[in-house]
């Protein structure tokens, strides 16, 4: 493989392309580490930082077994598939454990089932784990400021080139480099210039405000 085919140690991707699934298979096929941020927990417990949500749970991947944060073990544990991809449910029980539990208003609202908690494979689930508890510090936002540079290119570069005026491969490929020696040379005379360019983006809703205050 010459150099110019070696893949990079890392990928920095935004949020709309990352998933844990992704991180695992760029590990394990290609040696990539994939910085990206996640989506966060979206259960109500961590979404309002009010009770129990995953972190609080510990799982036993060879017992197949999941604690609660008051020592209570799950009583269930059932692979199944949600959208496509491969689940794992464990249940605890709601007339021992649940119904009893005087922290039950922390853990789960339901009245007539015990606490479910839905988990992804055990390489996944870690990975998504570690990944959100990172993403968090300030460590890891330094780190992933490296890309924020990209965006304002990335905007400034796809303004021109969502359609493409040719047809044809070739003659698409030859735009894109066209575009980009444009592109880098309007940002490097803005640059030498000393007038950075603008990274400010007004959403289209906020463009409609003026044009229906007048």
Not at 44 to 52: E, I
Request: some cysteine.
């Amino acid at each position: 493989m010459s150099a110019g085919a070696l893949l990079p140690a890392e990928h920095y991707l935004d949020a709309g392309y990352s998933s844990a699934e992704l991180i695992v298979q760029a590990r394990e096929r290609h040696q990539l580490a994939l910085i990206t941020p996640l989506r966060t927990d979206n259960s109500v417990q961590a979404r309002t930082r009010n009770g129990y949500d995953r972190t609080a749970f510990t799982i036993d991947w060879e017992r197949w077994q999941v604690t609660c944060p008051q020592g209570q073990r799950s009583t269930s544990w059932t692979p199944c598939r949600q959208k496509e991809q491969p689940m794992i449910v464990a249940a605890f029980p709601l007339s021992s454990t649940c119904r009893p539990c005087p922290m039950r208003t922390s853990c789960t609202s339901v009245q007539n089932s015990g606490r479910h908690l839905t988990l992804h494979p055990r390489a996944i689930q870690e990975i998504l784990d570690a990944a959100r508890a990172e993403q968090v510090t300030p460590a890891w936002r330094d780190r992933y400021a490296l890309r924020c540079g990209i965006e304002a290119a990335i905007h400034q570069a796809v303004t021109g080139l969502r359609r493409a005026r040719y047809r044809g491969i070739k003659k698409v490929h030859l735009e894109h480099i066209v575009c980009a020696i444009a592109v880098n040379l309007i940002r490097l005379h803005a640059w030498w210039n000393g007038h950075p360019l603008d990274r400010k983006r007004t959403s289209h809703l906020a463009q409609l405000e003026p044009a229906l205050a007048a």
